[in-house]
């Protein structure tokens, strides 16, 4: 399958927490990503080192004698290896509370939207942190259009109940936690707003919610699944080379008949129909030969 050009790839990559849009600023294309990545995990991992979860708090505070460091307190530390760009990161992931979604639901993947409350601080040193540079209290966003410190974190929580009764919307029992998110993963050596080039960062946060198996396009195919090399990214992929990447095009393989309506079983799923018995293993809406 083709591949949406790198400059797609970097404008996704810079996309910001705020509004899902990509930042204007120029790309440093001589830039020694890996080397910072290893720079961006020695401070994050002092900084582990260097902290601990107060519970009484509900927050990060400097480690006291009597306390273990986030580093060092495995049950509820989660650290991630990450690969984006060809180049290997450390998302580290702090998890106060998994979540008990009702309806049960599962987790959410790197393409599905989610509820989320949020608070973002900048990791100055290994004993400081900003104030918040940002803070919500509940709104949507798509996974596959934030920081990807966000994209991967948020895959390590359920949501919770909605027991909204006649005020704000509010949910029980929610994922909740701290994702530590290496520069790399954030705005990298391009910076926006208030975050500088190469600044880690630390979000509380919480998971209310999550829409399963989202579909951007409304084609009737999830758009995890719209990957059809099983390479874990479909934003990159576009099989028809239309420059519009499969999760976001309503005919996938240009024939001119839409991907909902290439639905031969009538299940209401695309994805598991295959016509063509000279490529039997090809989904008719990735197959231009089928309409």
């Known amino acids: 399958m083709t591949k949406i050009k790198k400059i797609f790839a970097l404008a996704i990559f810079i996309a910001t927490i705020y509004s899902c849009d990509t930042s204007n600023s120029p790309i440093v294309d001589d830039f020694d990503h890996e080397a910072q990545a ?3 995990n020695d401070s994050i991992i002092k900084f582990l080192k260097n902290h601990y979860f107060d519970t009484s708090l509900d927050s990060v505070k400097s480690l006291v004698t009597g306390q273990i460091s986030l580093f060092d307190d495995t049950s509820n530390l989660n650290i991630m290896d990450v690969t984006e760009n060809d180049i290997n990161y450390k998302l580290y992931c702090y998890i106060n509370r998994i979540g008990d979604p009702d309806p049960i639901k599962g987790y959410p993947t790197v393409m599905d939207s989610v509820l989320v409350k949020y608070y973002g601080q900048k990791i ?5 942190i900003s104030n918040s540079f940002e803070s919500n209290n509940g709104l949507w966003f798509t996974l596959n259009g ?3 410190g966000w994209s991967y974190g948020f895959t390590n929580f359920r949501g919770g109940k909605n027991v909204t009764n006649n005020g704000p919307i509010t949910y029980d029992n929610g994922g909740k936690g701290i994702l530590f998110i290496p520069s790399g993963l954030a705005y990298r ?7 500088l080039p190469n600044e880690n960062l630390l979000f509380y946060i919480d998971l209310f919610d999550l829409v399963e198996g989202t579909d951007h396009d409304n084609d009737g195919v999830a758009s995890i699944s ?3 090399d099983g390479e874990g990214d479909p934003r990159f992929v576009d099989t028809d080379e239309d420059t519009i990447p499969n999760y976001l095009d309503t005919d996938d393989d240009n024939d001119g008949t839409f ?4 639905d031969a079983n009538g299940d209401g799923d695309p994805s598991n129909d295959f016509s063509d018995p000279n490529n039997p293993n090809l989904p008719d809406y990735l197959n231009p030969a089928i309409k």
């Open 38 to 40: 290893l720079i961006d």
């Open 124 to 128: 100055i040193s290994p004993d400081s």
């Open 146 to 148: 934030v920081i990807r």
């Open 189 to 195: 050596n391009v910076g926006r707003g208030a975050v």
């Open 226 to 228: 719209e990957d059809p």
């Open 259 to 262: 991907t909902i309506d290439e």
